[in-house]
T-cell receptor, first 111, second 115 residues
Framework: DAKTTQPNSMESNEEEPVHLPCNHS???????IHWYRQLPSQGPEYVIH???SNVNNRMASLAIAEDRKSSTLILHRATLRDAAVYYC????????????FGQGTRLTINP | EAGVAQSPRYKIIEKRQSVAFWCNPI?????LYWYQQILGQGPKLLIQ????????DSQLPKDRFSAERLKGVDSTLKIQPAKLEDSAVYLC?????????????FGEGSWLTVV
């Protein structure tokens, strides 16, 4: 399984944008980039995913570098409810296509 | 739409006892996963089912853990006998299919404490 590297923790202020980075230098051409987040005492929840192009949905935006070796999850206007552990995961096109979680980034939002 | 249901939410048992967790995936979801999450770590996949067949159980400690998915719907995960290091949250998840573009939906988890 291809590996991702994320900062252990980040801090931001409420109502400001947050940029969560992820490095995946060993990504293969058919690996999808997925982001999940886990709020306290809950199971992980899907945030967004992409392959090559930047993606937007109601929760966030995903910016993917041209060489696909890194990506950034963007929360446009953070709220206290966005405080969670954010996981960047590569999901292979072939094989079992399972989610392999790393340590993730613990995001703290200050009021 | 109902989410992934798990029970029990919390369980405390003594070491060497047995425990079973139950999962009801989202209706129509063919793929079901069981993950183990130890405090402070990311979830680790234990087993993946496609309908009622096992796709991946490479990280399931088969000497004490077992899982089944009868009729391709509900699933149970059993631990017998439990060890102290099995204290964790057991997360069930499901998706329509196993493809990398499919969203995986997680339940709230079953919290196990082994004393």
């Amino acid at each position: 399984d291809a590996k991702t590297t994320q900062p252990n923790s980040m801090e931001s202020n409420e109502e400001e944008p947050v940029h969560l980075p992820c490095n995946h230098s060993t990504i293969s051409g058919t690996d999808y980039i997925h982001w999940y987040r886990q709020l306290p005492s809950q199971g992980p929840e899907y945030v967004i995913h992409g392959l090559t192009s930047n993606v937007n949905n109601r929760m966030a935006s995903l910016a993917i570098a041209e060489d696909r070796k890194s990506s950034t999850l963007i929360l446009h206007r953070a709220t206290l409810r966005d405080a969670a552990v954010y996981y960047c995961i590569l999901r292979a096109l072939q094989g079992a296509q399972k989610l392999v979680f790393g340590q993730g980034t613990r995001l703290t939002i200050n009021p | 739409e109902a989410g992934v249901a798990q029970s029990p939410r919390y369980k405390i048992i003594e070491k060497r006892q047995s425990v079973a967790f139950w999962c009801n995936p989202i209706s129509g979801h063919a793929t079901l996963y069981w993950y183990q999450q130890i405090l402070g770590q990311g979830p680790k996949l234990l087993i993946q089912f496609q309908n009622n067949g096992v796709v991946d159980d490479s990280q399931l400690p088969k000497d004490r853990f077992s899982a089944e998915r009868l009729k391709g719907v509900d699933s149970t995960l059993k631990i017998q006998p439990a060890k102290l290091e099995d204290s964790a949250v057991y997360l069930c998840a499901s998706s329509l299919a196993g493809g990398p573009g499919n969203t995986i939906y997680f339940g709230e988890g079953s919290w196990l404490t082994v004393v």
